[in-house]
């Protein structure tokens, strides 16, 4: 009996032995595998390629999850290749090596890692010598795979963000003895799914960088200036050209730059002129969550150096897949050139424009002075001899007008004499442009006249400019100045041309101006000479004439008069020939020379007149001319007959005590036409009365509803006083009242009035006087 | 603003017809003179300036009017003129109404 029960105790130990030996051995295992799955995690770090990423997790994986490990992936691709192969035990470098050459079995036969792939489910796979028969490819294969001794495996798919990236095969073979069963194929799911985000980190990191490279690249040559910033706003990456544009020596001082302290580097302007801040960048915007914000045009200037540039500046997001911002790329171009060029094509054109808009090349100087201020410069003067030994200042421009009083101020109490040795002086001296890009401090103190200037001219906070003369037929009138203050720009070559073209066409417009004002008051003296300052003393007869010119200063009127003697008597003419100017002047002379010849030979009006006619027919315009041409007769009988011939011109008026009528007729217009006959008819004057020749100037004046027209002419003459400049005086001041707006035709007025005759007083001693 | 004078150029059976209204003046004439010089540039068979509209015409439309008849004499284009009251007045003030091809 007690051998028996010894023998139980003996059993029963050694049962419980090997129970507690396997409870032991199954912790140990689960233990490892725990520690194993801990371990894949590690494995996960971005830095490592894909294929040390994948030997990672296989060593991690064997020996403590099984004997062999065979990692296939399609990352990288195309399709499914080989990436890591592990085998524990011995021959493990033959065998590895086997399994690595080998290519994955194809998935028609069910089984292995591209049936795995196909299908999206694990496999647990218990296996024997058919299985190995069946997805051999050749004897020499399938005696390879017999020799690997394997007992089991699962072929379990690896997947992460929803794409399946390939498989990852566990094998046990002979060497553990080992057969897997469910519970493994749920440890080797979880570990699948943490290699495989392992992996995909891995695949991603390089894919971004091989693409980083690619496109850093092709963004590397190009001009324009891009950069890559994170989402907390730090530069990631930058091109050459974006490192040059911002003053760097490198890439490298770019990137260890904070956010912050890039936009310190510069003041940003935006087109209209006014100061951007940080926030205002596409780029920032983007940062801020904008959307899409859209590309902005700025000025930049670099506070180091003064420079400015014309920036387009591009801000594009790369957002991840959960459309959170991962990057901000800025795109950088310089449009300095394209912007100066047409902002100096714009300023030119402005300014042409407002130097042609008027004669007053003052207020037109002040208008291009304030076109130049804030963009092309700070400050602009123009500046001209005043004839007295002193350069004065006609324009003065700066944004802020306080500043333009000091400066007007600072002119005025300080002005700078015709012959000082440099600046404006100098300038209009020689004619050259004079241009420093820093004016140094011994020349504002040389240039002062005393210590309250030096310190006022500092005032101004000049820190270069450039003068250039207003040109015009060779001479210098005067200077144009553009001052750098506040600002700090610089002036460059292409700036200079600009300022140069500027002074030529201001030059020309001041030269036109008193061109204009000379010719206007030559002009002047030449209407004078066309006509006769008083007309001749006619015996018998008191003449007054009243001659009004419609056009300002150099407008030249069309209208003439004229009275000279014939064999036949006294002859006048009041005349006009259609249009002002150099040419009407001329066809004036014409036309009292003409008439005047014949008329002073012959005594006859018409012949006369035909003469003229032929004359202007031969003229290369047409220039038809209206006028009246009254010959006088000797006094007969107590009256003068008249010979009247009027040429498409008004008729005459003769203002008697019973009241005013028309008199003459209607005869053609002269220099219009050939084979034109003129008739004249014959009037009677008494003494007392008065006759009027008149242009169309004054029936033709313009006023409230109507024209002034031969009704109210009328009515003047009859209500006018006695004397004859009385009269004619009235006449004019009715026309002047009446009229509305402008005058704008020449008026002329010729009144002749019959001296009464001396009447002998019956019984008197005093003879009468023959009235010759 | 109402223009002083309104110049309206419009194709006709016999070839062009310029239409000028209002007034006739130193500042307005110019509009005909061009309007004319379209019309005739073009080779037209006959040209009709209609003055009908004209209520005023100084010394600057006489000359327009017998320019553009005397132009029409060396060219050999037809032209003719249709007067208003005012036109009329005018031509009768110069007598010339023989000399233009008035209709």
């Known amino acids: 009996m007690q051998e028996t029960f010894d023998a139980l105790v003996v059993l029963s130990g050694v049962g419980i032995a090997v129970v507690a030996a396997r409870s032991h051995r199954r912790n140990k295992r689960d233990a490892a595998r725990l520690s194993a799955l801990g371990a894949i995690a590690d494995a996960a770090d971005g830095t490592l390629s894909l294929h040390d990423t994948a030997h990672r997790i296989a060593d991690v994986l064997v020996p403590a999850l099984a004997d062999q490990c065979v990692i296939d992936t399609v990352i990288g691709g195309p399709g499914l290749r080989r990436v890591a192969v592990r085998i524990a035990g011995p021959r493990a470098e033959p065998q590895e090596e086997f399994l690595r050459g080998r290519a994955p079995t194809e998935p028609t036969s069910g089984f292995g890692s591209m049936a795995t792939v196909t299908a999206g489910r694990p496999q647990l796979i218990q296996a024997d010598e058919s299985i190995a028969r069946q997805v051999a490819t050749s004897d020499e294969d399938l005696a390879g795979l017999v020799a690997l001794g394997v007992r089991s495996m699962t072929v379990v798919p690896l997947a992460a963000r929803g794409q399946t990236l390939g498989t990852l095969t566990l094998v046990t073979t002979d060497v553990s003895g080992r057969r897997f069963t469910e519970s493994d194929l749920g440890v080797h799911q979880i570990a699948a799914g943490r290699a495989a985000l392992a992996l995909d980190n891995a695949g991603l990191d390089r894919d971004l960088r091989d693409a980083e490279r690619q496109l850093g690249v092709a963004i590397g040559a190009l001009d324009e200036a891009v950069t890559i910033m994170d989402a907390g706003g730090r530069t990631r990456y930058a091109n050459p050209a974006a490192v040059r544009l911002l003053g760097f020596d490198d890439a490298e001082q770019l990137y260890a730059a904070e956010p912050g302290e890039l936009m310190d580097l510069f003041d940003v302007y935006g087109e209209d002129g006014e100061p951007l801040s940080l926030a205002d960048v596409p780029s920032s915007a983007l940062l801020a969550g904008v959307h899409d914000p859209p590309p902005l045009l700025v000025r930049t200037v670099w506070r180091s150096t003064g420079d400015s540039r014309w920036l387009v500046q591009r801000a594009t997001a790369i957002r991840d897949e959960r459309g959170a911002l991962s990057r901000v790329v800025n795109v950088i171009e310089d449009v300095t050139v394209m912007k100066r060029s047409e902002l100096r094509a714009r300023i030119l054109a402005e300014a042409s424009e407002a130097l042609a808009s008027s004669l007053d090349y003052e207020l037109t100087l002040q208008r291009v002075a304030e076109l130049a201020v804030p963009e092309l410069a700070d400050w602009c003067g123009v500046a001209v001899p005043d004839g007295r030994g002193f350069i004065r200042t006609l324009a003065v421009a700066h944004a802020d007008p306080a500043r333009v009083e000091f400066a007007r101020d600072l002119g005025e109490r300080y002005p700078e004499p015709a012959d000082a040795p440099m600046g404006t002086a100098a300038v209009i001296r020689d004619g050259v442009t004079l241009r420093m890009d820093e004016v140094p401090d011994d020349l504002l103190a040389a240039a002062a006249q005393d210590e309250e200037h030096e310190r006022l001219l500092r005032g101004l906070g000049i820190r270069g400019g450039m003068t250039v003369p207003l040109r015009a037929g060779g001479r210098t009138l005067g200077a144009l100045t553009l001052v750098s203050a506040e600002s700090g720009r610089r002036f460059d070559d292409d700036d200079q041309a600009l300022a140069e073209e500027l002074g030529r066409r201001a030059g020309m417009a001041v030269q036109n101006a008193r061109l204009f004002t000379e010719l206007t008051s030559i002009t002047a003296s030449l209407q004078q000479g066309l006509l006769p300052a008083e007309l001749p003393r006619m015996p018998n007869w008191a003449t007054t004439a009243h001659y009004q010119p419609a056009g300002a200063l150099s407008q030249v009127g069309g209208d003439f008069y004229d009275a000279f003697e014939t064999p036949n008597g006294w002859m006048v003419v009041v005349g006009d020939v259609t249009g002002h100017g150099a040419d009407a002047a001329r066809l004036t002379a014409v036309a009292r020379f003409a008439l005047r010849a014949v008329a002073e030979l012959t005594g006859d009006p018409i012949a006369a007149i035909g003469q003229l006619n032929r004359m202007l027919l031969a003229e290369p315009q047409l220039s038809p001319v209206t006028l009246v041409c009254v010959l006088l007769g000797p006094l007969a009988d107590g009256a003068v007959a008249a010979q009247v011939t009027c040429c498409g011109h008004p008729r005459p008026l003769l203002v008697a005590p019973d009241g005013v009528i028309e008199v003459g007729e209607a005869s053609p217009i002269v220099g219009a036409f050939a084979d034109l006959s003129w008739r004249s008819s014959r009037i009677v004057v008494r003494p007392g009365e008065t006759l009027v020749l008149y242009t169309d100037g004054v029936t033709d004046a313009r006023g409230p509803d109507e024209l002034f027209g031969p009704e109210r002419l009328r009515a003047a003459l009859a209500e006018a006083p006695e004397s004859l400049s009385g009269l004619v005086d009235h006449v004019a001041r009715a026309i002047h009242e009446y009229r509305v707006g402008a005058q704008s035709d020449d008026e002329a007025v010729l009144a002749l009035r019959l001296e009464p005759a001396l009447v002998p007083v019956a019984g008197s001693a005093i003879a009468a006087v023959p009235l010759v | ?103």
């Open chain 2, 1 to 103: 603003m109402v223009p002083s004078l309104q110049v309206v150029t419009e194709p006709s059976p016999e070839g062009v017809r310029v239409l000028a209204s209002g007034e006739l003046d130193l500042h307005t004439a110019g509009d005909v003179t061009d309007a004319l010089a379209t019309a005739e540039a073009g080779d037209p068979g006959a040209v009709v300036l209609d003055l009908s509209g004209i209520t005023f015409i100084d010394s600057t439309g006489l000359r327009l009017i017998v320019a553009a008849s005397v132009r029409s004499t060396r060219n050999g284009n037809h032209l003719s003129i249709v007067p208003s009251p005012a036109v009329d007045r005018v031509i009768d003030l110069c007598d010339i109404r023989g000399q233009l091809p008035l209709s």
